[in-house]
């Protein structure tokens, strides 16, 4: 079976923090995926990265920073100085080899808050 | 580049009705998802198409729920009775190929059954 935990419901930060959100995984696949969305108020889901299992290298982008360890089935996403405009929920999803990589499973998701 | 649009952004039903909604995905995107995204959860996948053909539909609730793409471009989904737990917002997505491809979501219809 294939599972996302987003542990953290809400987290609220002042403009200028630094916030990690969590992510763990369940998957007996050995080649799988893992990927990260932005939901602003909006609605639309905004594609942030992607990242294959065999690729465990952190990436950086601006203000965005990843860190995907294997080893405790973990895809963490950390945004450096946030802005307001970072106030969105965040959702953290898995597609596996066992689904044919049809199945795109997303956790709960976490809603960031950043006040001025 | 135009997005996947969708269509109606917002319906408010009575339970038993039927409802349906709309979707066009990005050109050149063979495959074409509709997910289920309740209140407080993350999306839930309820069908997915390459081209015109059912590719998983294993989560959707078929003694209500229908969904087609005749002609492996625009979809329709369709709920009928609808229930008070339907409820939620239907997002719809493409992409290129298969799900470790970006999808890009639609902006969502979100139903209110009363």
């Known amino acids: 079976a294939q599972k996302v935990t987003q542990a953290q419901t809400e987290i609220s930060v002042v403009e200028k923090e630094d916030v990690t959100l969590d992510c763990v995984y369940e998957t007996r696949d050995t080649t799988y995926y893992l990927f990260w969305y932005k939901q602003p108020p909006s609605g639309e889901l905004v594609f942030l990265i992607r990242r294959n299992s065999f690729d465990e290298q952190n990436e950086i982008s601006g203000r965005y920073s990843w860190n995907f360890q294997k080893s405790t089935s973990s895809f963490n996403f950390t945004i450096t100085a946030s802005q307001v405009v970072d106030s969105a929920v965040y959702f953290c999803a898995l597609s596996g080899f066992s689904g044919g990589y049809n199945k795109l499973i997303f956790g709960a998701g976490t809603r960031l808050a950043v006040h001025p | ?114």
């Open chain 2, 1 to 114: 580049e135009a997005g996947v649009a969708q269509s109606p952004r917002y319906k408010i039903i009575e339970k038993r009705q039927s409802v349906a909604f709309w979707c066009n995905p990005i050109s050149g995107h063979a495959t074409l998802y509709w997910y289920q995204q309740i209140l407080g959860q993350g999306p839930k996948l309820l069908i997915q198409f390459q081209n015109n053909g059912v590719v998983d539909d294993s989560q959707l609730p078929k003694d209500r729920f229908s969904a087609e793409r005749l002609k492996g471009v625009d979809s329709t989904l369709k709920i009928q009775p609808a229930k008070l737990e339907d409820s939620a917002v239907y997002l719809c997505a493409s992409s290129f190929v298969t799900s470790y491809n970006e999808q890009f979501f639609g902006p969502g219809t979100r139903l209110t059954v009363l």
